[in-house]
Nanobody
Framework: QVQLVESGGGLVLAGGSLSLSCAASGRTFSSYAMGWFRQAPGKEREFVGTISRGGGYTRYADSVKGRFTISRDNAKNTVYLQMNSLKPEDTAVYYC????????????????????WGQGTQVTVSS
């Protein structure tokens, strides 16, 4: 099982950009589809996007489509979340998650279906 550590959060002005990274331990990273989620205070954990094992497929929540991009580098055991045109409503703790996949499909949109989570990184967007 992999272990995940996010980094790259911080404070940014609305309209700005941030790039998050999620580094995985272990030699089976390429066996996992990866997901990004976020949770704002008082709200449930929300699906942001997912990327397939090989990185060839991605899916995004409507709220971030066209602004956020997920990518991965299996040689570096890392998945990335590039966030552009940030809005105050993007403020949340961002989590990466991994789900073991026997095929090359995407990860699910339901957080309960993921096997492993990182500790989260805070993203704050000020207006």
């Amino acid at each position: 099982q992999v272990q995940l550590v996010e980094s790259g959060g911080g404070l940014v002005l609305a309209g700005g950009s941030l790039s998050l990274s999620c580094a995985a331990s272990g030699r089976t990273f390429s066996s996992y589809a990866m997901g990004w989620f976020r949770q704002a205070p008082g709200k449930e954990r929300e699906f942001v996007g997912t990327i397939s094992r090989g990185g060839g497929y991605t899916r995004y929540a409507d709220s971030v489509k066209g602004r956020f991009t997920i990518s991965r580098d299996n040689a570096k055991n890392t998945v990335y979340l590039q966030m552009n045109s940030l809005k105050p409503e993007d403020t949340a703790v961002y989590y990466c998650a991994a789900v073991l996949r026997p095929s090359y499909g995407l990860g699910p949109q339901s957080p309960e279906q993921y096997d492993t989570w990182g500790q989260g990184t805070q993203v704050t967007v000020s207006s």
